[in-house]
């Protein structure tokens, strides 16, 4: 079992930046690929990034490359996303998620966190 609980959100103006972190608990984090994904209301649940369970791969989203960069630390039990130029249509609840496979879908995670607010004005 894994327990994810994301924080580092908050408010930013155009073109700043933000770091989120995901905090896990569990016995198999370092066993488990991670990925972050973000919803706006009246939107669908997005893909944003995502990491191999070994840390070797990233995947992106087209909106993200250039911009985020998605990182883990197995000896802390964290991930983290850091999201440069922001804009405001990245203004969304970000979500941390633990599954067997770096995928982009939602429904192939297992585990996920409550999320973290990410308000972006301009």
């Known amino acids: 079992q894994v327990q994810l609980v994301e924080s580092g959100g908050g408010l930013v103006q155009a073109g700043g930046s933000l770091r989120l972190s995901c905090a896990a608990s569990?016995?198999?984090?370092?066993?488990?690929?991670m990925g972050w994904f973000r919803q706006a209301p009246g939107k669908e649940r997005e893909f944003v990034a995502s990491?191999?369970?070994?840390?070797?791969?990233?995947y992106y989203a087209d909106f993200a490359k250039g911009r985020f960069t998605f990182s883990r630390d197995d000896a802390k039990n964290t991930v983290y996303l850091q999201m440069n130029s922001l804009k405001p249509e990245d203004t969304a609840v970000y979500y941390c998620a633990a599954g067997r496979l770096a995928a982009s879908e939602p429904g192939e995670y297992r585990y996920w966190g409550q999320g973290t607010q990410v308000t972006v004005s301009s």
């Open positions: 569990g016995r198999t984090f370092s066993s488990y690929a």
């Open positions: 990491i191999t369970w070994n840390g070797r791969m990233t």
